[in-house]
């Protein structure tokens, strides 16, 4: 698309210009700050003065566009943007000043109900050359804002740290994030692996390991093995993954003899910080089970469900997601959707509101939901995704981490105590998120014994 700008010389009073804006999810954090609301909620909403840079957006980019400068403005607010919201925005030149070389408008702001719910006059100083404007697509407000895990670990630093095995921590990042996570009062960490090839990465780092428990193993197996007989005995309350394959780390820990298992079905969850996404999102199971059942999806989805309300998240909003939204006889994720859905309405699944088969798109969209016309109390809000199998899952986390620039937490659930699995790519920062999520759930598995 090649937009052309409209030269102070060319413009006259009466002139108009109206574009239309649909309201997302990260649209409302963005207004939400401008207009001193943190547009929380059911259903998020803002004071519509927070859609100030929509009419920035649209003078800049539109009409006059490219080199126009929004000068001053008196606009005012008369209620409420929610998100979805069609938003139609006019602007119509009122008087032109050749002294100034600055035009007014009036600006209007409706919503699709025809509401006026922000108007007012604004001062622009046109452009005076000619320039073009190029883009795919108008060009859209974004926010890009991380929030989840600095809440979380507030929360989790209320509390006593987690005394924690670290499996073979024996490269930087498995390290420093342990440290740091002792750092911040969330666990005690308890090395376990090589001492000479720990201290040794310690003094590569310049880290001081003085008063840090170190247990010896002579390589990765029996690091996993010894770490596991900590838990087992209740000197250490946390297992946490250092430098080795998870493969590794889960065999010693799901030993039907020696291992750490409690009678529950095992899954992995992870936690998403989601910049484009206005809460905490939660994926199961991307690490753990690999083609899961009905039977194992209900443990998958309640395990989900009880983190859910760890982190804070009252009546967590589960989508169950396939690649349609309606039971299709040649894709069973649909017909487990539907099963679960109802296992649930029978009191099966507790503690959540299930909805599915849900896309991903309209679990995440309410803007994507509405086009399709799906109402649900899940559908562009959910707080959990659950997955119909481990690929689906983990491409779907990696893409959000790589693509959408998401910090998340890995954690497993199910066992004696919290597992926190980490990648061997994760940086320090997502450890330290790991062990916050993991500092919460143990603090809870305490308060339930």
């Known amino acids: 698309m090649v937009h052309e700008n409209i030269l102070f010389d060319d413009i006259r009073p009466g002139m108009r210009y109206e574009r239309k804006h649909t309201v997302r999810a990260s649209d409302i954090t963005l207004f939400g700050m401008i207009a001193g609301s943190r547009g929380e909620g059911e259903q998020r909403s803002v004071p519509a003065l927070g859609a100030f840079p929509l009419f920035s957006s649209t003078t800049t980019n539109f009409f006059p566009g490219n080199g126009s400068i929004l000068a001053g403005h008196e606009l005012k607010s008369h209620g409420w943007i929610r998100e979805s919201d069609e938003l139609t925005i006019a602007l119509e030149v009122t008087e032109k000043h050749e002294v100034s070389k600055q035009v007014q408008m009036e600006c209007r702001c409706e919503n699709q109900l025809g509401e006026v719910i922000a108007s007012g006059p604004i001062i622009v100083v046109p452009p005076t050359e000619k320039r073009l404007n190029r883009f795919e697509e108008p060009p859209q407000l974004t926010l890009r804002q991380h929030h989840v895990f600095t809440a979380l670990r507030a929360k989790a630093e209320k509390f006593p740290p987690v005394p924690t095995a670290v499996v073979h921590p024996c490269d930087r990042d498995s390290l420093l994030g342990a440290l740091e996570a002792a750092k911040a009062g969330l666990i005690t960490p308890i090395l376990v692996g090589p001492e000479g090839k720990i201290l040794g990465i310690a003094a590569t780092v310049g880290v001081d390991l003085t008063g840090i428990q170190i247990v010896h193993a002579e390589h990765s197996h029996e690091a996993a093995d010894k770490a596991v007989a900590l838990c087992r005995s209740g000197e250490a309350q946390a297992l946490m ?7 590794e780390m889960m065999r010693a820990a799901m030993s039907s003899s020696t291992g750490l298992r409690a ?24 690490a753990i089970n690999i083609a899961p059942d009905l039977g194992a999806k209900v443990d998958i989805t309640q395990n989900a469900i009880n983190l859910a309300k760890i982190l ?6 589960v989508a169950i997601l396939s690649a349609v939204e309606t039971v299709y006889e040649k894709m069973p994720s649909t017909f487990d959707a539907a099963l679960l859905c109802k296992m649930a309405d029978r009191g099966q699944i507790q503690g959540g509101v299930l909805d599915g088969p849900l ?6 969209s309410m803007v994507a939901a509405k086009t399709k016309g799906i109402k649900s109390p899940v559908a ?21 981490s790589y693509f959408a620039g998401a910090d998340s937490a890995g954690i497993v ?9 980490t990648s061997r790519a994760d940086d320090v920062k997502a450890r330290l998120a790991s062990a916050a999520v993991m500092a919460l759930v143990a603090h809870a598995g305490r308060k339930g014994d």
């Open 413 to 421: 659930l199910g066992a004696r105590v919290p597992i926190v699995l």
């Open 263 to 286: 009678g529950k079905r095992v899954s992995h969850v992870f936690v998403m910080d989601v910049p484009a996404y206005g809460r905490p999102l939660l994926v199961t199971d991307a």
């Open 241 to 247: 993954k250092g430098s080795l394959h998870t493969d």
């Open 312 to 317: 804070g998240i009252e009546e967590p909003k």
């Open 359 to 364: 896309a991903f798109d309209n679990a995440i």
């Open 380 to 400: 562009g809000q959910a707080d959990i995704l659950v997955v119909p199998d481990i690929e689906s899952g983990n491409m779907l986390a990696k893409t959000m």
